[in-house]
Each structure stands twice: as structure tokens, then as C-alpha cells.
């Protein structure tokens, strides 16, 4: 798929073997994506996404394995969730490039069934990628719907000027190497107007001096995580919408915040990125 930004062109590879997700994205002959700079987890399903733009945790669990509540059998939930690695049941594209749509059956780690109905498509002004996920509930009982979008930058394109800008952040600015030590993560409210919020990362030395422009929906995206690897051959940034605090699946069931949908039932999300 192709869009265009002040008459620089962006293209994007798009894997049908992990749920349409995005295997790179290259702009002005530049790909953003880290591509082999990236950690291994041992899961190959993830170190296979997480080389890629984007990738899509969910739609049942968004971050490390953990048990599977009720199921005494030494059952849990698999890195990232069980989207990642699944192979898309089909798939259309627009004759013009600008549109694709997508159907991935998954199966989750609890015994259940969703479907994942995805549309990518340049907005009306051809400036800006936008991503539409429908998850419905196609199994014969309730599950917890959990998303989180990994999007992937490899550090090699980002400088010491580069800074992390959003409203969710306090002071609206963060240098992009947060934390301490080699790799870091923080997972804080996000905040927006008019139901969506926005992150920049910016200046890109290593695109021109361009930046990279993030929108979410806040209501069934009310998080902003990111994460940063520098270790060993590893240099990559993540910017990662996520539907849940940082915490462990007990306690959030036991605030109420992990929340459920019967079968039948759908929770849509959304978000949008540009190269400018």
C-alpha cells in the first residue's frame, strides 16, 4: 500500500503470515522498521513480528506469558498473546493501492475463537496510514479482549536530538533514551482531545530530519507504553497503544479493569501514523 506526505512517497509490506501486520515501511527509500536490531524473547513468532513496523499483541493477553485463569492444566498465554503468527484467512486489495482488508481467525490460549476484521487505507487527504480492527467474540464463551500495538523504529535513524513529544507526557517532552541501562519501558495514561491522543517522535537524523506521528483512540485505548532496546546488536523504539495498564492479569480482573465480551460481542480500535 502507498501513501504520500508532502510529496515524499511511504510504502508499506504488509504480512499475511502474522494477521496483516506490517513488515516494514519505507519512506523515501528508508525503512523505519529495526529489522534484525531486535532482541530475542525465544519466541519466534515475536522476534519475526518484532522485526517488522507493526505488530498487533492480543486479542487475548498483550504482554509475558501468564497462567490461564481457571485452567489447572499448566495452560498460559503466550508471549504478546496468540494474534501474533497467525495466518490471514483472506484478504482484499483496492486496484488504486490505497485500501486493504483482512480476516484472521485466531485461536486463543483460553479455548476460544475471534475474528480479527482489519482495514488499512489512506486517509481522504493521502497524508496519513489508518489502521481499523474490529475483534469479535466467535467462540461459545466469554473472553477478556486485550490489545497492544507495537510499532517499531530502529534506533539506527534516531539521534541524540530526537525526543519523544506528547501530551500524556509530563513537561510534553522525553529525550528518547528514558530510563536507565540498556533497555526501558514506561506504560502511562493517554491524553487527548476529542477521543484520540497523539505521540511524535522527533527529529529522525536518520530520515532526513523528518518525524514519525502517532493517533490512537483513547477509549479502548487508554494507554501509552513504550519501550527502548540497546543492547547487544539490539537498537530499536517502540511506540505501543495498549488497552490496559501495566500489571498483572489478577489484579487487574480484580479491579475490574480486564472486562469481558460474550460470543457475538466486538470492541474496535484505531490508530493512524505519518512520516512528515
Known sequence: MTSTRDGVPGHLLFDRLSALDIAAFVVDGTDLSPGSAIPSDGDPRIDHALAGFLFTCGPDHIRHPEPVEGCDEGRRYPLHGSLAGTTV???????DDTRCEALTEVDLACGGKAAV??????????QSVMLEDRVTNIGQS??????MYHMNIGG???????HIVSPSIEGGSLGWQFGEGESAHFCIPAVGEEGWSEVLLAPLPGLGGRRLAVRFRVDTLPFLQMWRCQRG????????????????????AASGELG????????GYALGFAVS
Not at 476484521?117 to 493521502?126: A, D, I, K, L, Q
Not at 497503544?241 to 500489571?247: D, F, G, T, Y
Open 233 to 252: 546488536g539490539a537498537n530499536v523504539i517502540s511506540i505501543e497503544p495498549a488497552s490496559h495498564r501495566l500489571a498483572k492479569r489478577g489484579e487487574l
Open 142 to 147: 466469554a473472553f477478556a479482549p486485550m490489545m
Open 117 to 126: 476484521e482489519r482495514r488499512w487505507y489512506v486517509s481522504e487527504n493521502g
Open 89 to 95: 484467512t483472506r484478504a482484499k486489495m483496492s486496484a
Open 156 to 162: 539506527r535513524l534516531l539521534g541524540p536530538e530526537t
Open 260 to 267: 469481558a465480551i460474550e460470543p457475538g460481542q466486538s470492541h
